[in-house]
């Protein structure tokens, strides 16, 4: 089975109005913590949003936010506002220790083109 | 804001040769990696590295690659004979503890091999 599916291959969205780009995982850790990660055309990996495992609230960064389901085991990115420079590759990524490790287990990633 | 660096951003190396990827991670930080992503591809995971030694490889980090910290701030991936399809883009990433804690990467190592 899939560690961490994104379905989406591609999304396109309107400057100015919010996308959800989606992530499902899977594992048995109760301990893991969820990553998004955005990959411009330069090729970078940027950091963007963390969500702990038993954090109680949805983590936010700015116009980041994670819609995090625990028992769907869904942790969507939502980009509020969105702007033309968040036209990328964005990757949700996992860590679950005890049973994969300390690495991060990434998605096959989602291209977001954010149209003017 | 410190950030992990890496060296050099791009290589052209001939199939059999050897190649050096260098990585400056954050300062602070004691966990080390190395993912790399072939084109179009998704990034995987090729070795983590802390207290000097390697803590976890995945099946691709066979024989041919090998990871050295030789003194307090450079980490290096070397791949001994490289093949075509060791061309990738290759990250470095550090954090600070290994626990679900972030793990921030460099800009990457663009490897081609021909």
């Known amino acids: 089975a899939q560690k961490i599916t994104q379905t989406q291959p591609g999304m396109f969205v309107q400057e100015k109005e919010a996308v959800t780009l989606d992530c499902t995982y899977d594992t048995s850790d109760p301990s893991y913590g969820l990553f998004w990660y955005k990959q411009p055309s330069s090729g970078e990996m940027i950091f963007l949003i963390y969500q702990g495992s038993y954090d109680q609230q949805n983590a936010t960064e700015g116009r980041y936010s994670l819609n995090f389901q625990k028992a769907r085991k869904s942790a969507n990115l939502v980009i509020s506002a969105s702007q033309l420079g968040d036209s990328a590759m964005y990757f949700c990524a996992m860590r679950a220790p005890s049973e994969y490790g300390n690495k991060l287990v990434f998605g096959a990633g989602t291209i977001l083109r954010v149209k003017s | 804001e410190p950030e992990v660096t890496q060296t050099p951003s791009h290589q052209v190396t001939q199939m059999g040769q050897e190649v050096i990827l260098r990585c400056v991670p954050i300062s602070n930080h004691l966990y080390f990696y190395w993912y790399r992503q072939i084109l179009g591809q998704k990034v995987e995971f090729l070795v983590s590295f802390y207290n000097n030694e390697i803590s976890e490889k995945s099946e691709i980090f066979d024989d041919q690659f090998s990871v050295e910290r030789p003194d307090g701030s450079n980490f290096t991936l070397k791949i001994r004979s490289t093949k075509l399809e060791d061309s990738a883009m290759y990250f470095c990433?550090?954090?600070?503890?290994?626990?679900?804690?972030?793990?921030?990467f460099g800009p990457g190592t663009r490897l081609l091999v021909l």
């Open positions: 990433a550090s954090s600070l503890a290994g626990a679900v804690k972030t793990q921030y």
